[in-house]
Antibody, heavy 121, light 113 residues
Framework: DVQLVESGGTLVEPGGSLRLTCVASGFTFDDHAMHWVRQTPDKGLEWVSS????????GYAPSVKGRFTISRDNAKNSLFLQMTSLRTEDTAFYYCGRAHQRDTASYYDAWGQGTLVTVSS | DIVMTQSPDSLAVSLGERATINCKSS????????????LAWYQQKPGQAPKLLIY???SRASGVPDRFSGSGSGTDFTLTISSLQAEDVAIYYCQHYYTFPVTFGQGTSVEVK
């Protein structure tokens, strides 16, 4: 079965840093681009960042560009999101999503269970 | 950015009755070169991640019951649940993937009347 498992979410103070990890199993990881999507009650579902199958094509939402860095390790079937200069508005559930293809914008045919990031003093 | 607007925000439907959710995009998400609409629908139950129901506007994802169907093209799309079951109580989202940033509708909450 396809499985995506996120970890790393926790309470962090404004200005702090955090690294989220998503470990994939049950499919050929490097056949797919991978994305991070976050969800809040106020803003709903919001695309955060994406990375192509080989890591060469990367994109960020304007709200996180310059603060977040997406990466992947295909040998370890893992996706990462390094988050710095965190703001209260970054508080959200963060999901990793599997793209249906190797690159470009996509729908998500598999999602992790999500990890909660809370930015508060 | 392409803005996705769903209507209604919520609806209550009797068991066995039809539920219809609309989604409108601020610009066309139809790609003329491959004649496909870059539109997906998801279902999210409380405490769970979203689950893909429909992609390419009308293709059902694997394992999705055939009471779920998607229609529409260009800027106007519809998700129909032909006969509402108790397990269909959830929030439903549309999403375009025509270009970056992909964006989602605000969600439509479906409950049993």
């Amino acid at each position: 079965d396809v499985q995506l498992v996120e970890s790393g979410g926790t309470l962090v103070e404004p200005g702090g840093s955090l690294r989220l990890t998503c470990v994939a199993s049950g499919f050929t990881f490097d056949d797919h681009a991978m994305h991070w999507v976050r969800q809040t009650p106020d803003k709903g579902l919001e695309w955060v960042s994406s990375i192509s199958w080989n890591g060469y094509s990367i994109g960020y939402a304007p709200s996180v560009k310059g603060r977040f860095t997406i990466s992947r390790d295909n040998a370890k079937n893992s996706l990462f999101l390094q988050m710095t200069s965190l703001r209260t508005e970054d508080t959200a559930f963060y999901y990793c999503g599997r793209a249906h293809q190797r690159d470009t914008a996509s729908y998500y045919d598999a999602w992790g269970q999500g990890t909660l990031v809370t930015v508060s003093s | 950015d392409i803005v996705m607007t769903q209507s209604p925000d919520s609806l209550a439907v009797s068991l066995g009755e039809r539920a219809t959710i609309n989604c409108k995009s601020s610009q066309s998400v139809f790609f003329t070169s491959n004649k496909k609409d870059y539109l997906a629908w998801y279902q999210q139950k409380p405490g769970q991640a979203p689950k893909l129901l429909i992609y390419w506007a009308s293709s059902r994802a694997s394992g999705v019951p055939d009471r779920f169907s998607g229609s529409g093209s260009g800027t106007d799309f519809t998700l129909t649940i032909s006969s509402l079951q108790a397990e269909d109580v959830a929030i439903y989202y549309c999403q375009h993937y025509y270009t970056f940033p992909v964006t989602f509708g605000q969600g439509t909450s479906v409950e049993v009347k």
